[in-house]
């Protein structure tokens, strides 16, 4: 079983920035893929961002493009979500995950980190 905890949550004024860090542990960091999610006050929970085990290609959803940069550390079991240009709708619980190899879901996940943007 891996452990994913995040950090790095907070308020923050709209336009202000963040950098959110999930450490894993209890499995080979380098065999997963990571994943940040979010899901917002009375929403469902939607993708954020993704990078590949090498770190070599990312994703991202249309509504950060631009603004966040999902990066990772595989020395230190780490994955780093920053996060610019901050804007109310940002407002979420922020959660990171773990796909090993091929497969198409998420394996593994956080217990989220609450970061508030005020207008």
């Known amino acids: 079983q891996a452990q994913l905890v995040e950090s790095g949550g907070g308020l923050v004024q709209a336009g202000g920035s963040l950098r959110l860090s999930c450490a894993v542990s209890?499995?080979?960091?380098?065999?997963?893929?990571m994943g940040w999610f979010r899901q917002g006050p009375g929403k469902e929970r939607e993708f954020v961002a993704a990078i590949s085990r090498s770190g070599g290609s990312t994703g991202y959803a249309d509504s950060v493009k631009g603004r966040f940069t999902i990066s990772r550390d595989n020395a230190k079991n780490t994955v780093y979500l920053q996060m610019n240009s901050l804007k109310p709708e940002d407002t979420a619980v922020y959660y990171c995950?773990?796909?090993?190899?091929?497969?198409?879901?998420?394996?593994?996940w956080g217990q989220g980190t609450q970061v508030t943007v005020s207008s």
């Open positions: 995950a773990a796909r090993y190899g091929g497969n198409s879901e998420y394996d593994f």
């Open positions: 209890g499995r080979t960091f380098s065999d997963y893929a």
